[in-house]
């Protein structure tokens, strides 16, 4: 690895760049038998360091094998991490950034990020003067864009080139595990109580009755993970005054309904703690969205791989995308409609009405409905899983090839797909979009929404949209931003079910013996079924 080093100011020569760290974290696994400090002598011999590192230091770096195995190689060419005076800024700007490019379609310039900067200083720092004092200069610029990747592309541009550069990688990837052991993470909003009337869903869009629902399979469809909702307010009226975890929901609220990064990272940290209790070591992959970071933090039992832009050209690469939510969203809006029948012909009014349980309840029971094929179908539409030759590009024989060399599991084998977007849907979904036709007639509504429309109404599913600059900055210091007083502050003719659901506290009594026996034995069994992760008391409550 190169001639001899000489020794650095006051170092001693001995400091070893990030892939020279993970190389001793490997020859160290391969030789458990090893000590520290004979590890310290083979770096500097492999290494040619002019002193052996000191058992301290071998032992830091074994510690972080994680975090080292999950850099990228622009990281892993580093000696020295570099640290940063402003680590929150510089997160919330590069959560901006990459945010940006996803979402617009003109160029991301030096001066927008510059200015952007400036703005999110003044928001973290109003105390110390904002942007006071820092320099955001063209050496500071052109290393921020080096550190985080980032290129002046469009929003189409960068999809078709990330696409097109990507999906090799991701082929040679996931071909490293068994079809179950590959799972899909995405989210989708859901205007719930929507009617098909387009006046109608208009004020209804309005009214903000819309659920984010986080969810997630695998690639041969055996095991579609429990969806995480994310909602407006804590407590529903519609709950009753009970838990979302006494009615058997994964539930999480905020202001926006959107999935912030600490949500995020609890589902990730509970994801990662079934695996562990099935022994399992699974890959997920998901798209660049600002919520989701995963920068410092790592796992032990699932591996993150990020997916290009999920729009555009890359769309094709979500296996979600390409016909999973379609397919939940046929069933649920079926639902809606099958309800609103039964209620026009008892003569009620606002039939198409549906609480917050309701159809927290419905989009269970059509999540756990698709059918396995078609989930199957869907991931060999985008091509990330090696399949037979007949519907792999050239580089898909290569790589098979390679992962048969490396002994990796045989990849999934499906029935060919007629290619594009014009495929044709199964029966079964055939069937749910004539039923959902002939409901729509049967209701006799005046301005009644396609079938296209009902399915993917205008803004349903921009779950990060709207996002502003304290939603960066939120995100970037760790902190939800979330105000019972918000939540609460709703003018006439709003949602009904919104709003503190929870009976007024009654006169507190002590309790009994029993009771307090009752109360510990449920947390027990609540910590039992939702792991914390070394997190201490005060960290709990920090959560709560």
Not at 321 to 328: I, K
Request: overall charge negative; proline content about 6%.
């Amino acid at each position: 690895m190169g001639g001899k080093r000489t020794g650095g100011a006051g170092g001693g020569g001995t400091n070893l760049s990030n892939d020279e760290k993970l190389a001793l974290c490997e020859h160290a696994a391969q030789h458990p038998g090893m000590s520290q400090r004979a590890l310290g002598v083979w770096a500097q011999r492999t290494f040619h360091l002019p002193s052996a590192p000191s058992q301290a230091t071998v032992s830091n770096v074994l510690r972080k094998r994680d975090e080292l195995s999950n850099m990228v190689p622009a990281e892993l060419a580093v000696k020295r991490q570099r640290v940063l005076k402003h680590p929150e800024l510089d997160r919330a700007l590069a959560n901006w950034a990459l945010y940006t490019i996803q979402q617009s379609a003109q160029p991301l310039t030096g001066n927008a990020i510059k200015k952007k900067a400036v703005r999110f200083a003044e928001l973290l720092y109003p105390g110390a003067g904002g942007a006071e004092g820092l320099a955001f200069s063209n050496g500071w610029l052109g290393a921020f864009k080096e550190r985080h990747g980032i290129k002046g592309l469009t929003k189409k541009a960068h999809d078709r080139e990330l696409a097109e550069r990507s999906l090799p990688e991701l082929q040679q990837l996931t071909a490293a595990f068994a079809p179950r052991d590959v799972y899909c993470f995405d989210e989708f909003g859901l205007y719930y109580d929507m009617p098909p009337d387009r006046d109608a869903a208009a004020a209804a869009a309005k009214r903000r009755n819309r659920l984010t629902l986080a969810v997630c399979v695998n690639a041969d469809g055996s095991d579609a993970h429990e969806p995480l909702f994310v909602g407006r307010v804590r407590h529903p009226r519609s709950f009753g005054g009970r838990s979302a975890l006494e009615l058997g929901f994964r539930y999480e609220s905020n202001v926006r309904a959107q999935t912030s990064e600490l949500v995020w990272q609890r589902w990730l940290q509970q994801f990662n703690a079934r695996m562990r209790d099935d022994g399992r070591h699974v890959l997920l992959l998901l798209d660049t969205a600002a919520a989701h970071v995963t920068t410092g933090i790592s796992f032990d039992h699932v591996q993150v791989a990020f997916l290009p832009g999920t729009s555009g050209g890359a769309e094709q690469l979500q296996p979600l995308s390409a016909g999973v939510v379609a397919a939940f969203k046929r069933r649920y809006r079926r639902l809606q409609l099958m309800q609103a029948l039964d209620r026009q012909e008892l003569g009620e009014r606002n039939v198409f009405a549906v609480d917050q349980r309701q159809a927290m309840e419905w989009s269970v029971q059509c999540w756990q409905s698709l059918p396995a094929d078609l989930v199957q179908q869907c991931w060999q539409q985008t091509r990330l899983l090696l399949a037979a030759p007949a519907t792999v590009a050239a580089t898909g024989d290569e790589l098979l090839q390679q992962a048969a060399a490396a002994g990796a599991p045989a990849p999934l084998s499906l029935s060919p797909l007629p290619a594009g977007p014009g495929r044709r849907k199964s029966r079964e979904e055939q069937d749910i979009e004539s039923d959902i036709s002939k409901h729509l007639e049967w209701l006799g509504i005046a301005n009644a929404m396609g079938v296209a429309e009902l399915l993917s109404p205008e803004d349903e599913n921009c779950v990060h949209a709207g996002v502003e600059d304290e939603d960066f900055v939120g995100c970037a210091i760790q902190r939800e931003c979330e105000s019972d007083t918000e939540q609460q502050a709703l003018g006439d003719g709003e949602d009904p079910d919104e709003g503190d659901g929870r009976p007024p506290p009654a006169p507190e009594e002590p309790l009994s013996d029993e009771q307090k026996l009752a109360h510990i034995s449920q947390v027990l069994r609540f910590l039992d079924e939702h792991p914390c992760e070394n997190a201490t008391g005060r960290d709990l409550r920090k959560n709560s």
